[in-house]
């Protein structure tokens, strides 16, 4: 039961390696020849901008993406792996925490921990003995729990702590966290992390990939950074006396956005007027873990004409803002001011923000924004049916009409208005749910993340139609996690971290640099 | 589009409404098919007067149930109720009429009203409390045959008034002797109403620069629809002319056919049903909308029992027994979605014709109750798979529905970004 029974092939030698890791997907390249190698008994953490390859590359090392999916080579110890799913990896001592956890709630914690490889003879479980390792399980891991508790009595953070027990169990060597912490609070996550330091002490080597640059770097002795699916370099962070480490942040910040902006961007027309949409104090909760703070005094103006774009990574609120904002779609005791034009906006509902001229294009397009089922006319009117019927009876002449006139404005490229949404490109369907939202003619645009999983052409596309609205007096509202989009289309920029928004920069003193730094500002490291 | 010729977009539009209802289109033809296998089985019994007049008085009341229970799919809901909830309005109805001595014109109304308390009851728990449909009604089944039996006392009440059986079994007013007139008459301005309305439409269209078929497509078609109206009503002539239940049925059909199709209260039933976050999101009240879905379910439930029980000229304690099956097999046998958002009237009352036109034909030739029920088992069954089959082609091989519960590790394609999207929709809590 010794965590160390397998002898090294080669000792000395790391951990893990990766050599020349390549994956494509249809019409992308994910990665693109990355190495990695992570020492015995180390904290190494990967960082990277979103979509940088991240979880891919981790996929690819935990069979998620099995072997002959990809090339290049997986070397364990020296030996040669080729997993051909998650089962063989965790075989060779690998485990996987994903960011979305894989608990089942309503099971007992003891059962969690050893599902798919129960302590049993002859197919009858051994209660006793389970019930007996969870606890020693749990012990390590610093939960004091009962095993029998069911999962989903446990808060966020103690499901964090009881999957890295399941791990435990499966006598992991190598554990791959996968944004441990995004959905913890502060002490939560300090707590994680000095778990991180103990295991690294029980001889159990960790790969954490974070975008809060400062919990990283308190912790991790080695950095990979990736950038657009290749590995930019390998720094080794060492601490001094007052546990400040060798390695700034700035250097980790560089390394992961270091690329000239692309002109990719049409170029910006039009004058920007006065304020006309302001959020006052919007504070938002969660809508099952009470007393958790999503969006916490959010302040904020967009100008008539103005793009305003809102920065954060994964998890900093943004969306929750969106959301929350627009009819109360999102979380509990929403509470702040919205004002149009100097007066106080009634958004209590959906249907009230749209009359008050607020739109908002969902970063879940598929799931929230269109009626897959249903054609491309039907999902065009069907935030605005008021203006293809009257009293109530649908004009279907006009529908068709303006239906066309709205897809040949987004440059919706399909055979004719009455195909069905779930039948076009990803590109296209972002198009028809955004042609949803311009036929209610809003005076506020949400846009949020419009651009995600959409191949280049049909993101300039999409961009041209967001100028021309600005350009036409209107607000957007952009939230993005790609910064080169951010900057390439913002007059103006928040950012947002951990539910609170961090910077306000204007276009002309804006870079990457900085809004990475405002974007990563947690709580306690300003 | 511009570039291409009128005909070149006509063809395109052809095909795409082929597409689009290729469904709906092979159910005509799968009952038109059954249609003429039965009357050569039965040796021309199938099409007698007698038997098409039989044939709409037998189904009437699964026909009415099926026009609500498809509004109910359509919702992404379902309805097991509808056969206790015609029981038990039945059962109130007879004892209003005959231990109260209320007369018709007063029961009918009431038992609507009774109908839509029970819908508002069921569209609460499944609107408002978010109980599964399923549940609810399933409840509902029990709890309303309970109530029957409650009010019957276990026992059948019989017979009713002359003024309700007319619902179910008069006819309207004419001669005896030959044709009846007025039926013709109805017929053809009927077959006038559809013309003109086929008419106007193709001018809207027009006037709206669409594509429209060639007039003399048009006039084809209409041609069609205007011979079978014509031969439809001249075969109920030549018996006793249109019953009472057909023209309440004409009605329904019409009305809740142009309530789906053309206005915007059937098109947020449609949204809703399609996606409920999306349709949330667009501002539509998922809530009030599902909750008068199932107060119209009740109120259509109600009238069924009405008709039901006067053509018994009975109230009894196992009356609507499995009609809720047979409505929901003609909804899906007529295109209805299990998962919502998919479905028309017409559908629904093509279905319960096709199951209808199966029950009568196979018991002319005198096939077993046993039989019957197989045969109609796999009908619906065959029915739903070559819908799926459909669907999954028209979507070049995707699957027909994703997978409800994203799961982990699942989503990331295409530009490698990492990991799902970071915030749960309005229904969908936070990570855990």
């Known amino acids: 039961m010794t965590e160390r029974e397998r002898r090294p092939a080669s000792p000395g030698g790391p951990l893990l390696l990766m050599r020349g890791i390549q994956k494509e997907f249809p019409g992308v390249r994910a990665l693109d020849g990355v190495s990695l190698s992570v020492g015995h008994g180390r904290i190494h953490a990967l960082m990277g901008e979103n979509g940088a390859g991240k979880s891919t590359l981790m996929k690819v090392l935990s069979g998620v993406h099995p072997a002959g999916s990809y090339t290049g080579e997986i070397l364990v110890d020296g030996r040669p792996c080729a997993f051909s799913g998650v089962a063989d990896s965790e075989r060779a001592g690998i485990a996987i925490i994903h960011q979305e956890l894989a608990l089942i709630p309503q099971l007992s914690v003891s059962e969690n921990i050893f599902l798919g490889h129960e302590r049993s003879r002859f197919g009858i479980v051994d209660w006793g003995s389970t019930h007996a390792r969870a606890r020693e399980l749990l012990r390590r891991v610093g939960l004091d729990e009962n095993p029998a508790t069911p999962v989903s009595a446990l808060s966020v953070g103690a499901r964090q702590l009881v999957e890295i027990a399941k791990a435990l169990a499966k006598r992991v060597r190598l554990l791959i966290l996968d944004e441990p912490t995004s959905a913890l609070n502060e002490a939560e996550s300090a707590r994680l992390l000095e778990l991180l330091l103990d295991l690294r002490e029980q001889g159990v080597t960790c790969i954490l990939i974070s975008h809060k640059l400062g919990e990283v770097m308190r912790v991790c002795d080695e950095v990979t950074i990736l950038r657009d699916g290749r590995t930019i370099e390998t720094l080794e962070v060492e601490r001094d006396a007052d546990g400040t480490p060798s390695v700034d942040e700035d250097r980790v910040i560089r390394g992961m956005v270091g690329r000239a902006l692309d002109q990719r961007h049409p170029g910006r027309s039009g004058e920007i007027g006065p304020v006309r949409f302001e959020v006052r104090d919007w504070t938002v909760d969660h809508p099952t873990q009470l007393g958790r703070r999503v969006v916490d005094g959010a302040s904020l103006t967009v100008r008539a004409g103005e793009v305003v774009g809102m920065a954060g990574l994964m998890g900093a609120g943004r969306t929750e803002f969106a959301m929350s904002l627009f009819g109360r779609s999102y979380g509990r005791h929403v509470r702040g001011s919205v004002l149009k034009d100097g007066r106080e906006l009634d958004t209590g509902d959906v249907a009230a923000a749209v009359r008050g001229g607020i739109a908002y294009v969902p970063e879940d397009r598929k799931t929230l924004g269109l009626l897959l089922d249903g054609d491309i006319r039907h999902n065009t009117t069907m935030a605005a049916l008021g203006r293809v019927s009257r009293h109530g009876v649908l004009d279907p002449g006009l529908e068709a009409v303006e239906a066309a006139r709205m897809s040949e404005r987004m440059r919706v490229r399909s055979h004719g208005t009455t195909q069905i949404v779930r039948t076009l490109s990803g590109g296209n369907q972002q198009k028809v749910v955004l042609g949803k939202w311009m036929f209610t003619e809003p005076d506020l645009l949400i846009l949020d993340e419009p651009t995600r999983g959409i191949d280049v052409g049909a993101k300039y596309e999409i961009y041209l139609i967001v100028r021309r609205l600005a350009a036409a007096g209107a607000c957007v509202l952009l939230i993005s996690s790609e910064l080169p989009e951010i900057l390439g289309m913002c007059d103006r920029i928040y950012t947002m971290c951990e539910g609170r928004i961090t910077g306000e920069v204007p276009r002309a003193e804006a870079d990457q640099e900085t809004l990475m730094r405002l974007m990563t500002r947690t709580g306690g490291h300003p | ?432």
């Open chain 2, 1 to 432: 589009m511009k570039e291409s010729t009128a005909s070149s977009r006509l063809s395109r539009l052809g095909a795409a409404l082929m597409r689009d209802n290729v469904r709906q289109y092979g159910m005509v033809i799968a009952l038109v098919a059954i249609v003429v296998l039965f009357q050569i089985l039965t040796g021309g019994l199938l099409l007698t007067p007698l038997n098409v007049t039989n044939l709409i008085m037998q189904n009437s009341y699964i026909l009415i149930l099926a026009i609500g229970m498809m509004l109910v799919i359509i919702t992404g809901h379902i309805d097991l109720s509808v056969g206790s909830v015609v029981a038990f309005t039945g059962a109130v109805s007879a004892v209003m009429l005959t231990s109260w001595g209320l007369p018709t014109l007063a029961v009918v109304p009431l038992a609507l009203l009774l109908g839509a308390l029970i819908g508002a009851w069921q569209g609460f728990w499944v609107a408002y409390v978010r109980v599964p449909s399923f549940i609810v009604t399933l409840a509902g089944m029990l709890v309303f045959r309970g109530a029957t039996l409650a009010v019957l006392g276990g026992e059948s009440i019989a017979p009713l008034p002359e003024a309700l059986r007319s619902l179910s079994s008069g006819f309207l007013p004419g001669q005896g002797e030959g044709l009846h007139l007025p039926t013709l008459l109805l017929g053809a301005a009927g077959a006038a109403a559809i013309v003109w309305i086929r008419w106007r439409a193709r001018s809207r269209s027009l006037g709206y620069g669409l594509p429209v078929p060639s007039a003399g497509a048009t006039a084809a078609t209409s041609a069609v629809v205007v011979a079978a109206v014509l031969a439809f009503t001249y075969v109920l002539a030549r018996y006793n002319g249109l019953p009472v239940v057909g023209v309440l049925l004409v009605v329904l059909i019409a009305g809740y056919s142009f309530l789906m199709r053309s206005t915007t209260m059937g098109r947020r039933v449609y949204a809703v049903g399609g996606s409920e976050q999306a349709a949330a999101l667009s501002g539509i009240r998922t809530r009030r909308t599902a909750f008068w879905v199932f107060v119209n379910m009740g109120v259509l439930s109600a009238l069924a029992g009405l008709v039901f029980t006067a053509r018994l000229n009975a109230a009894t304690p196992g009356a609507g027994t499995m009609f809720e099956l047979d409505a929901i097999a003609a909804a899906f046998i007529g295109g209805a979605s299990a998962f919502g958002g998919v479905g028309t009237v017409v559908g629904a009352v093509i279905g319960a014709l096709v199951m209808g036109v199966l029950n009568n034909g196979m018991s002319l030739i005198g096939l077993g109750v046993d039989w019957q029920q197989l045969i109609k088992g796999l009908v619906l069954l065959l029915a739903v798979a070559f819908d799926i089959y459909n669907k999954r082609r028209a979507t070049s091989g995707r699957p027909v529905r994703p997978a409800r519960a994203r799961r982990r590790g699942g989503g990331e394609a295409g530009g490698g970004r990492d990991g799902a999207g970071s915030v749960p929709g309005p229904a969908r809590a936070a990570p855990s």
